[in-house]
């Protein structure tokens, strides 16, 4: 069995942003040699987070609406618990919970083996600060 690991860093400069991963990703696959078997994404911070979804910038905009109304930024420590011990995030650990902290796609032929669309990105909540992924290869 074949194995690569390695680490993406990114700093998103806004609090909350997307990034496509997937060429990274594509990239970290051919290194690895590994033509049968998964890679793991997973985002290392608990206020980001890997996904799967379509690269269309109108989604991204309606999943940043969407986020912002399931758990608005706030500071204040009156409204989230979280937010009494010092910290000003506590939207984005609720955010990050809700996008998911992994994926998990097979490598078939050595290409990823995605649904027609699908594309994997890195989802910020928490910006302005680098961030890593991990990104996992097996198989033979």
């Not at 590994?34 to 989604?59: P, Q, R, W, Y």
């Not at 989230?80 to 796609?105: C, F, L, S, W």
């Not at 027609?116 to 198989?139: A, N």
Request: proline share 4%.
């Amino acid at each position: 069995m074949k194995s690569e690991t390695e680490y993406l860093t990114f700093n998103i400069p806004a609090r909350m942003g997307f990034e496509n991963i997937t060429p990274k990703v594509e990239e970290v696959v051919r290194k690895s040699g590994v033509k049968e078997g998964l890679v793991l994404c997973n985002a290392m911070h608990i206020t980001a987070s890997v996904f799967i979804n379509d690269d269309e910038s109108g989604l991204h905009e309606d999943y940043k609406k969407w986020l912002e109304k399931l758990a608005p930024f706030d500071a204040s420590p009156q409204t989230y618990a979280h937010n009494r011990t010092g910290e000003d995030n506590a939207d984005a650990h609720m955010k990050r919970q809700i996008m998911g902290r992994e994926v998990v796609v097979a490598i078939t032929k050595g290409k990823l083996d995605f649904g027609p669309w699908e594309q994997i990105f890195y989802g910020e909540f928490d910006g302005r600060r680098p961030k890593r992924v991990l990104i996992k290869v097996i198989g033979e």
